[in-house]
């Protein structure tokens, strides 16, 4: 009986093509919208977490903060860090694993006749540690490049590319390494090349020129302070109490009062990025949650189209009750058409959302993060729009009089 219901519902749907094409059109709309922003939500969290984790695993990023009193607009009374205060870090609070002091410079770099405006940031070979950077060829500094601060760097992928052209494989020449690059006033021997590590949180992360501490000390900025303190943690390190050791010591060495508001911030990169990850779920859920309102709107659409259905074909109804068909049978049959309507709405907007999902991923450059839940979810939840608007109708069919719709003209 089942089988014969559900071919009586397949026959009528067939019967009016264009209406029933309309009819589902809501749904498609519907769950096209819900996948599409959903995966599309799940890819940017992806992207986040990976660009957030480029800078490095377990680190902590020291800048100045706040600016302290008297100090002029912008920020120019905030006092940088120095040498001493990495040192001191390393040496006196446990789960450190390595630190890193960094001074950086927007300049414009000279090779082979070639100009590129980059940055170049001074420091240690520690720099390699907290920020996972590995060399694709050439060497990191030696001793004595760090102690007397030679003219030597290293450069990124897009640097190399720019000044030096090629693939970044065959001839020494080709890739850059052992010529000589002109960085403001100096030039410099590029001794290495860094492995490539695409866009990150704050640009490319490849355009990069990396020096001795000392060089870009001397020979850039003049001065001996440092902006910034990459300080990486051990693995399996709390980062709560290596915080709170973090900031009591550079509290005691930038000399600040018990009621003075600290003038540096620690940067926790695992939970910025668990912050912007949870951010970005909250926004995917609301997104998701304004597209499925459309789900509503094509369920109300089959039912107003299911009413004219059954207004349509009171005659036919009549006839089945009259030769001896169930309530039941004639509610299922217009249940099952309803169901019908809404799951092909359903699986025609999960075909829709797939493509759209993986085109936009493309134009956003983010990662295409298929997610069978939400393509099942949205295909059982269209399902059962189908159940909660052909209901009405469905029964309206069944409680029809036989005799009364016989008569209907």
């Excluded at 009528?12 to 096209?32: A, D, M, Y």
């Excluded at 939500?41 to 986040?48: K, L, S, V, W």
């Excluded at 001795?212 to 850039?220: I, K, N, S």
């Amino acid at each position: 009986m089942l089988y014969s219901v559900f071919m009586l519902a397949l026959r009528s749907v067939r019967r009016n093509l264009l209406r029933s094409f309309l009819t589902i059109l809501g749904i498609v709309i519907g769950v096209s919208a819900v996948i599409t922003m959903v995966t599309l939500g799940n890819g940017a969290t992806q992207a986040i977490k990976t660009q957030i984790s480029g800078l490095g695993t377990n680190l902590l990023l020291v800048m100045p903060g706040q600016r302290v009193p008297g100090g002029g607009g912008g920020g120019g009374g905030v006092p940088q860090f120095t040498e001493a205060d990495a040192e001191a870090i390393a040496s006196q609070i446990g789960g450190v694993a390595a630190v890193a002091p960094q001074g950086r410079a927007s300049v414009t770099v000279v090779a082979n006749g070639r100009n590129w405006a980059t940055s170049v940031t001074g420091s240690t070979n520690d720099w390699f540690a907290t920020g996972n950077w590995k060399l694709a060829s050439g060497r990191i500094f030696a001793d004595e490049d760090q102690r007397a601060g030679s003219a030597v760097c290293i450069i990124g992928e897009t640097v190399r590319r720019e000044l030096f052209g090629g693939t970044g494989s065959g001839a020494v020449g080709q890739t850059g390494l052992g010529q000589p690059l002109r960085i403001k006033q100096f030039s410099c021997e590029v001794i290495g090349i860094l492995a490539a590590k695409g866009q990150g949180g704050m640009g490319d992360q490849d355009d990069a020129v990396i020096v001795p501490l000392h060089t870009l000390q001397r020979r850039v900025t003049g001065t001996r302070k440092v902006s910034t303190l990459a300080v990486s943690m051990q693995d399996g390190a709390d980062s709560t109490p290596l915080k709170a050791s973090l900031r009591q010591l550079m509290r005691e060495r930038r000399k600040l009062a018990e009621g003075d508001d600290d003038n540096f911030n620690i940067f926790d990169t695992q939970q910025l990025a668990e912050t912007l990850s949870s951010t970005m779920g909250v926004l995917t859920t609301l997104l998701g949650a304004v597209a499925a309102v459309s789900l509503l709107v094509g369920g109300i659409g089959i039912m107003n189209i299911m009413l004219v259905s059954v207004t349509e074909r009171t005659r036919e109804i009549g006839l089945r009750l009259a030769v001896g068909a169930l309530e039941n049978e004639v509610l299922l049959q217009f249940l099952i058409e309803a169901v019908v309507l809404s799951a092909l709405g359903g699986l025609v907007g999960i075909l829709i959302a797939t493509a759209a999902s993986w085109g936009l991923s493309g134009v956003m450059d983010v990662p295409y993060a298929f997610d069978p839940a939400i393509n099942l979810l949205s295909l059982v939840f269209s399902a059962f729009i189908g159940v909660l608007f052909g209901y009405f109708p469905a029964r309206r069919a069944a409680r029809m009089d036989p005799i009364e719709a016989l008569r209907h003209e």
